[in-house]
């Protein structure tokens, strides 16, 4: 078992570029999540999925799109990359079951992007 | 709604002495908390979760949490700090009702000095 997996680890881009980020999960897992961390900011969701097709915006989710065409893939686009989206940005995953481990979420390890 | 509030952004202890970081949650419904790790540079690592079972509850490493509803709080405890456990921690609630959309605090530095 992979896990969790995010690609790629590390990006800088210039302002008003684009890209795309992949996670990918082999553990069959209905929920993702797509989060970025800033300094004393905690972790903040952008936008997250609770099965394959669907999606929806969490607390940040300005400048960002998503796409779950796939139930173990989500993908986070950037469209018009902005200085203000230079972040760490974490995936993760999550069952969505009542008991046992079905709540935990699973992490990917970050993908570290500069917005120049 | 949920909310959670770690009370310390940074914690220093000496190797060896004890480590308290303190975290309070706001829920709706019985909720399921976490305590999770941060290394440098690292992702995120799952230390120990309540779930409604036993109010202690051991994870990896040493470390401990108590639930207390009366107080709304779950203190992350070891009794010997280790260089090691130099990291970050967030505090997790999740509060369940059908939805698993965690909120995490925003975070406590543990810091470990020789």
């Known amino acids: 078992n992979a896990g969790v997996t995010q690609t790629p680890k590390f990006r800088v881009l210039k302002t008003g570029q684009s890209m795309t980020l992949l996670c990918a999960q082999d553990?069959?897992?209905?929920?993702m999540y797509w989060y970025r961390q800033d300094p004393g900011m905690g972790l903040r969701l952008i936008h997250y999925?609770?099965?394959?097709?669907?999606?929806a915006k969490g607390e940040v989710p300005d400048g960002y799109n998503v796409s779950r065409l796939k139930k173990q893939n989500f993908l986070l686009g950037l469209e018009s990359a902005a200085p203000s989206q230079t972040s760490v940005y974490f995936c993760?995953?999550?069952?969505?079951?009542?008991?046992?481990?079905?709540?935990?979420?699973?992490f990917g390890p970050g993908t570290r992007l500069t917005v120049l | 709604a949920q909310s959670v509030t770690q009370l310390d952004s940074h914690v220093s202890v000496s190797e060896g002495t004890p480590v308290l970081l303190r975290c309070n949650y706001s829920?709706?419904?019985?909720?399921?908390l976490f305590w999770y790790v941060q290394h440098p540079n690292k992702g995120l690592q799952l230390l120990l979760k309540y779930t409604s079972a036993a109010t202690l509850v051991k994870g990896i490493n040493g470390f401990e949490a108590e639930f207390k509803k009366s107080e709304t709080s779950f203190h992350l405890t070891k009794p010997s700090a280790h260089m090691s456990d130099a990291a970050e921690y967030f505090c997790?609630?999740?509060?369940?009702?059908?939805?698993?959309?965690?909120?995490f605090g925003r975070g406590t530095s543990l810091i470990v000095h020789p």
């Open positions: 997790v609630v999740s509060e369940g009702g059908g939805s698993y959309i965690p909120t």
């Open positions: 999925s609770v099965g394959e097709g669907t999606t």
């Open positions: 829920s709706s419904y019985s909720p399921s």
């Open positions: 553990m069959n897992h209905e929920y």
């Open positions: 993760a995953s999550t069952k969505g079951t009542s008991g046992g481990s079905g709540n935990e979420q699973f």
